[in-house]
T-cell receptor, first 113, second 111 residues
Framework: IAGITQAPTSQILAAGRRMTLRCTQD?????MYWYRQDLGLGLRLIHY???????GKGEVPDGYSVSRANTDDFPLTLASAVPSQTSVYFC????????????FGEGSRLTVL | GQQLNQSPQSMFIQEGEDVSMNCTSS?????WLWYKQDPGEGPVLLIA?????ELTSNGRLTAQFGITRKDSFLNISASIPSDVGIYFC???????????FGQGTRLTINP
């Protein structure tokens, strides 16, 4: 059982480059989320999607965009990466939008130089 | 936005000791959850709490939803090496749809 699959596992990126982090779930969950994890700050919500075809902004959305063309996939795009976007990014899903019971992927470590 | 204060930030204990950590907020929360993150992995849900005063156990773990709805604690009894990791509290503020996470408690165990 795969659950949530994220790719790439890690990436070093030059500032100004465009980058897409991929996330796929096989649990048929309605809601999906992107978080970033930074030391001392915990997990902060970037964007979310309550159901396929809809997206919403989280706590720290600037510089990021998402799309939800279908139930399974929820890619996160950095249009023009900056060093402050160096972080570990976690994709998560939940059966519904109103449950706090999230299932997380293993993370994508991104370094922007 | 909403903030959760999680403490302590880190703990260094001996194997076999009991552990206690907590989260507090200045506002009311409808849901409290506790997650654990092992090194190099994503967080995994340990316990979910949905009612004020609720006390729930999961093996050696016990968590409570504070009666004021502004706090929660997690206790780990008789710690073992595999308890090492980062523990996050998370809560859903009253009137909000999305979770807020605490800063995490990093647990280190000396054998």
């Amino acid at each position: 059982i795969a659950g949530i699959t994220q790719a790439p596992t890690s990436q070093i990126l030059a500032a100004g480059r465009r980058m897409t982090l991929r996330c796929t779930q096989d649990m048929r969950h309605n809601a999906m989320y992107w978080y970033r994890q930074d030391l001392g700050l915990g997990l902060r919500l970037i964007h979310y999607s309550n159901t396929a075809g809809t997206t919403g902004k989280g706590e720290v959305p600037d510089g990021y965009s998402v799309s939800r063309a279908n139930t399974d996939d929820f890619p996160l795009t950095l249009a023009s990466a900056v060093p402050s976007q160096t972080s570990v990014y976690f994709c998560a899903s939940s059966p519904g939008a109103n449950t706090g019971e999230l299932f997380f992927g293993e993370g994508s470590r991104l370094t922007v130089l | 936005g909403q903030q959760l204060n999680q403490s302590p930030q880190s703990m260094f204990i001996q194997e076999g000791e009991d552990v206690s950590m907590n989260c507090t907020s200045s506002s009311i929360f409808n849901t409290w959850l506790w997650y654990k993150q092992d090194p190099g992995e994503g967080p995994v849900l340990l316990i979910a709490l949905y009612k004020a005063g609720e006390l729930t156990s999961n093996g050696r773990l016990t968590a409570q939803f504070g009666i004021t709805r502004k706090d929660s604690f997690l206790n780990i009894s008789a710690s073992i090496p595999s308890d090492v990791g980062i523990y996050f509290c998370a809560g859903r503020p009253q009137g909000a749809q999305k979770l807020v996470f605490g800063q995490g408690t990093r647990l280190t165990i000396n054998p």
